[in-house]
C-alpha cells in the first residue's frame, strides 16, 4: 500500500484518490449481499483501505453487483451505474453476473452482464469469501495505477453497443440516451 | 493585517475541523473494535470528490451550497480563537444568532432544485431541528448576554480569565449543561443525525450531491463543527490565550461528543422535538431565572 508516498501524491493527486477513496454502492441483487455485513463491519474492516458504504449512487465510485441480475433489476442497475459520477469502476461479485451461474438457463435471468454495462473486474466464486472483495480492491488499485480501469470510458465510447443490448432485453428504454448521438463526431 | 489574521483563522478552522472529521472516524472505529482507516481519510476523500465529475440540476443548486459554505466560514470570523478576533469590535452574539441559519437555509435553497423527495424529508426535518434547538440556544445566550452585561464575545473570554470559567461558576452551570445536551442537534451528530440518515432517506439533503458538491458540503461539515464547538469553548471555558490551549479545550469537548456519537442510537423527529424543548429548555429557563435573580 503506497498511501502514504507524498510523491505519489503530488505527482497524481486525482489517481491517488481514486484509488485510497472507493464509496461503494453495493446493488443487493442475490444472496452475494450477505458477505457484505462481514466485510464492513469488526471481522473484516473495510474502512482501514478506504472502502465506504455511501446511500446513494451520485456520491459512489465503485458499483458492486453481488449475486444474478433479473431482467427486472437489470432496469435498475443501468439506471444506478448511470446516475454515478465519471471515474466509476463497476465490479461484478459471483458468478452469476460473471455467465448466469446456477441460473444459467432461467428464462428471466440476465447471463453476461458485461454486454448491458462495462465492468471492471469480477470475484469469481458462489460464494467468494470476504477476503475476496479485498482482494478485488488491490486488484483494482493495481488497474486504476495502470489506468486500465477505463470501464466509464468503455461506455461512453461504445454506448451505441451497450445500448442496443439494453433495449434487446428490454424493450424500448423510459429515459433518454445517456450520451445523445449528435455528441459524436 | 486584518485580512491576513482573516486567512490564518479561515486555515486554522479548516485543518481542525478536518482533523476532527479523520478523528471522529478513527475513534468510531476503535469503539466498534475495528482498526478504522488512516486519520487522513477525510483529506484523500475531499481530494478525490474535488477530482470527480459532478452534475449540477440548475443555478440555485450551485449557489446554495456555496452560501451554505460561506456562512460557516463568515462565522469564524466573529468567534475568538486565542487571541485573533479580526472582527472583535463588531456584532458579537447577535451576528452569530443571525448567520447560524445561513447554512441549513443554503442547503434547502439548494436542495429544492433537485426535486428529490428523501432531500425534501431531510430538509424539513433540519428546519423543524433548527426550530427545536434555536429556542434553548436563545435562553442560553441570554442567560450569558444577561450575566455579563454584554454582546461581544471577546469581553466574555476577557471577563471569564479575570475570573472563573462559566462553566465553573454557579449562576451559568445550568446554561452550559443545557448547550451540552443541545450540542449533537447543532452539529447533527448521533442522537439527532435525523438529517442526513443514510439508512432511512439515502443522507437527506445530500442526495444528490455529487463530486465537487460533496466536497463543498465536507467542508462546510468540517466548518460548523468547529463553530459550534468554538462557541462553547468561548462562552463556557473561558477561551483561551493562545490557540494550542483553545484547540486542546475543543479537543476535550469534541471527544466527549464523539463518545455520545458512537453510543446513542438515533431518535425519530418527534421524539427529538419533544426531547429539546423539555430538558434543555427547561434548563436554560432555570438558568435565565437564576441568572436574573443573582444579578
Not at chain 2, 23 to 41: A, D, E, F, N, V
Not at chain 2, 117 to 145: C, D, H, Q, T, W
Not at chain 2, 201 to 218: D, H, N, R, V, W
Request: charged letters at 15%; glycine letters at 8%; proline letters at 6%.
Amino acid at each position: 500500500m503506497d498511501r502514504n508516498q507524498l510523491t505519489k501524491w503530488i505527482k497524481s493527486p486525482g489517481n491517488m484518490g481514486h484509488k485510497y477513496s472507493l464509496d461503494v454502492v453495493y446493488f443487493c441483487t442475490g444472496c452475494g449481499i450477505i458477505e457484505i455485513p462481514p466485510s464492513i463491519t469488526a471481522r473484516w474492516d473495510a474502512e482501514r483501505f478506504g472502502v465506504k458504504p455511501v446511500a446513494t449512487p451520485r456520491q459512489a465510485n465503485l458499483f458492486l453487483i453481488t449475486g444474478y441480475v433479473s431482467v427486472k433489476t437489470l432496469k435498475a442497475v443501468i439506471r444506478t451505474y448511470e446516475q454515478m459520477q465519471e471515474p466509476k469502476f463497476a465490479v461484478g461479485f459471483g458468478s452469476c453476473p460473471i455467465n448466469g451461474g446456477m441460473y444459467w438457463d432461467s428464462y428471466n435471468t440476465v447471463n453476461h452482464l458485461d454486454k448491458y454495462i462495462p465492468i471492471d473486474g469480477w470475484i469469481a466464486g458462489c460464494m467468494p469469501r470476504p477476503e475476496a472483495i479485498f482482494i478485488a480492491v488491490t486488484h483494482l488499485w493495481t488497474l486504476i495505477d495502470k489506468e486500465i480501469a477505463d470501464g466509464y470510458k468503455r461506455y461512453r465510447d461504445k454506448y451505441k453497443y451497450y445500448r442496443a443490448n439494453q433495449e434487446k432485453v428490454l424493450g424500448e428504454l423510459e429515459w433518454p440516451p445517456l450520451f445523445p448521438e449528435d455528441d459524436k463526431k | 493585517m486584518i485580512v491576513l489574521e482573516m486567512l490564518i483563522l479561515v486555515i486554522l478552522a479548516l485543518a481542525i475541523g478536518v482533523f476532527f472529521l479523520g478523528l471522529s472516524r478513527k475513534i468510531m472505529s476503535r469503539i466498534h473494535w475495528r482498526y478504522g482507516p488512516p486519520i487522513t481519510q477525510p483529506i484523500i476523500d475531499i481530494i478525490k470528490l474535488f477530482n470527480q465529475d459532478s452534475v449540477s440540476h440548475g443555478s440555485l443548486f450551485n449557489f446554495g451550497i456555496i452560501l451554505s459554505l460561506a456562512g460557516s466560514i463568515v462565522m469564524v470570523f466573529f468567534l475568538p480563537m486565542g487571541a485573533m478576533c479580526p472582527m472583535s469590535s463588531s456584532g458579537g452574539m447577535l451576528v452569530i444568532l443571525y448567520i447560524m441559519l445561513l447554512g441549513p437555509l443554503g442547503l434547502a435553497l439548494s436542495g429544492g432544485e433537485a426535486a428529490n423527495p428523501n432531500i425534501s424529508i431531510g430538509i424539513s426535518r433540519k428546519f423543524i431541528l433548527a426550530l427545536s434547538y434555536e429556542v434553548p440556544l436563545l435562553l442560553i445566550f441570554l442567560a450569558v448576554m444577561t450575566h455579563y452585561g454584554t454582546i461581544s464575545i471577546v469581553e466574555i473570554v476577557k471577563i471569564q480569565s479575570a475570573n472563573l470559567w462559566s462553566f465553573a461558576s454557579l449562576p451559568l452551570l445550568l446554561s452550559g449543561i443545557a448547550y451540552l445536551l443541545i450540542l449533537p442537534a447543532l452539529l447533527g451528530e448521533r442522537p439527532f443525525e435525523l438529517i442526513k440518515a443514510p439508512q432511512e432517506i439515502s443522507s437527506g439533503p445530500m442526495a444528490e450531491y455529487g463530486g465537487k458538491f460533496l466536497a463543498l458540503a465536507t467542508l462546510q461539515h468540517a466548518f460548523h463543527t468547529f463553530v459550534g464547538i468554538s462557541l462553547f469553548v468561548n462562552l463556557f471555558l473561558g477561551g483561551a490565550s493562545n490557540p494550542g490551549y483553545f484547540f486542546l479545550k475543543m479537543l476535550v469537548v469534541f471527544i466527549l461528543l464523539i463518545f455520545v456519537n458512537a453510543v446513542f442510537p438515533r431518535f425519530r423527529i418527534d421524539q427529538a422535538i419533544k426531547y429539546l424543548w423539555k430538558w434543555p429548555t427547561l434548563l436554560a429557563f432555570i438558568g435565565l431565572i437564576i441568572v436574573v435573580i443573582v444579578d
